[in-house]
């Protein structure tokens, strides 16, 4: 008996995670998708990742009942249980991060007769190219249950954080020298932040992957989740160079 | 025993009920602390919002923490584990607004010495005024369970977002007309989509309230959570107007 339920609480888990692993790769790919229709300005492309997303958020729905049902049926202890819970808030992340990825399809469709400035789309490349690889590293980390790999990862998001932050200068100063470029750059601000959030969601996940090896949080003053742990930093870089700039 | 079982869960509930109560509460304080310290430029009342966030945040975990505890140990089925889920969800939705609001409080941190446009200020005021009035009424809903009025507030978000609409398209204008007003505008661009966003959260915790008393979701094809549902929208109509103010 006690080894049926621990049996099925093993066959359980390995659906749940399955289903995370393919959310993964699905969130993976819509934000390499979303971004690569912004920089062709590919309506097309676009529209499959905005259909693309409820799949996600079906995925999601799917895992938190699973999850939910395991707890109450098998009742599982310790690192167990936090297999279970962890399972519920990275597929949580991960369905944000799909948000996110369609947030800037929606932007490609609803600008794709505007020609956006070449460079500023390379940084947001550039951008979303590091975040996809955190967030490949944090999928990896939680393959192997890598929970001092998963820490490495989360120290990186101060470069997705950095990029941001010279993103938002630089568009802002573009915006203030032809008034022409600020509707496309108010975009491509929208999308840079949106991609700096989804390193967010990947610093969420391995902090996920810490909590569940060990049982503890990571010591951290890091805002969490929606907070934007650098977003007063362009600002403050911006406030007297755009004084400068516009007066 | 089946007796203590019962009472047991009930308590239980019962102290996570009223934890979420008090996290509604603090999450509404914050949004109006938050909007009132960007419209005074009250940069002492915008970092006590900040100094908040991390009480809701631990709020938002205990919850999480005596939920899933609950789940293991009484083993609720029906409406009884509906209301457990149903607590985790709106908890969380309740901890990323007061995100939102944190978010809005940084921008006034960081730009206290910029003039914010008297008359943008004031639509944000107005919308936010919107996503709390919202906020509130979903809170009551929760506390008497009443699924028929949490389905008529769902479609008031609506009109919060015909409001973000118009206040993007002003906001753009504005930057347009002035390069000088293009920091400020870009700080209340992003304040105005983040109290969009409150809405947003505000109508998933109508849709939870269904839930948890039907065992249903409402029919939707709202997208959710993080994405924007008119997002599309602000940027279609302004396409051509930012042609002509631009051309």
Redesign the interface.
């Known amino acids: 008996m006690e080894q049926h339920i621990v049996s099925s609480y093993d066959e359980e888990l390995k659906f749940i995670l399955r289903r995370i692993s393919e959310m993964g790769g699905q969130a993976e790919r819509m934000v390499e998708q979303s971004v690569a229709a912004l920089i062709r300005s590919d309506w097309g492309l676009a529209q499959s990742v905005v259909a693309d997303?409820m799949l996600l958020?079906a995925a999601q729905r799917e895992v938190?009942e699973r999850a939910?049902m395991t707890?109450?049926?098998r009742?599982?202890?310790a690192q167990d249980?936090r297999e279970i819970?962890g399972a519920i808030r990275i597929s949580?992340d991960l369905?944000?991060i799909g948000?996110?990825g369609?947030?800037i399809a929606?932007?490609v469709?609803?600008?794709h007769?505007?020609v956006q400035p070449i460079q500023l789309v390379r940084g947001i490349e550039h951008m979303s190219e590091l975040a996809l690889s955190q967030l490949k590293d944090v999928l990896d980390a939680y393959a192997t249950r890598d929970h001092v790999r998963a820490e490495e990862i989360r120290t990186n998001d101060a470069e997705i954080d950095a990029m941001y932050t010279s993103l938002f200068r630089e568009l802002?100063t573009y915006?203030?020298?032809d008034?022409?470029n600020?509707?496309a750059c108010?975009?491509l601000?929208?999308s840079a932040?949106n991609i700096e959030r989804i390193g967010d969601h990947a610093t969420n996940i391995a902090e996920t992957i810490y909590y569940i090896k060990t049982g503890r949080q990571i010591e951290t003053d890091r805002?969490?989740?929606?907070?934007?742990p650098s977003?007063?930093t362009p600002?403050?870089l911006?406030?007297p160079a755009?004084g400068d700039?516009?007066?």
């Open positions: 997303d958020d938190d939910i707890i109450a049926k009742q599982p202890m249980l819970v949580s369905e944000r948000d996110l369609k947030n929606k932007r469709i609803a600008t007769d505007h802002l915006m203030m020298e008034p022409r600020i509707t108010t975009h601000l929208f932040k805002p969490k989740g929606d907070s934007t977003m007063t600002e403050r911006l406030t755009s700039g516009a007066a």
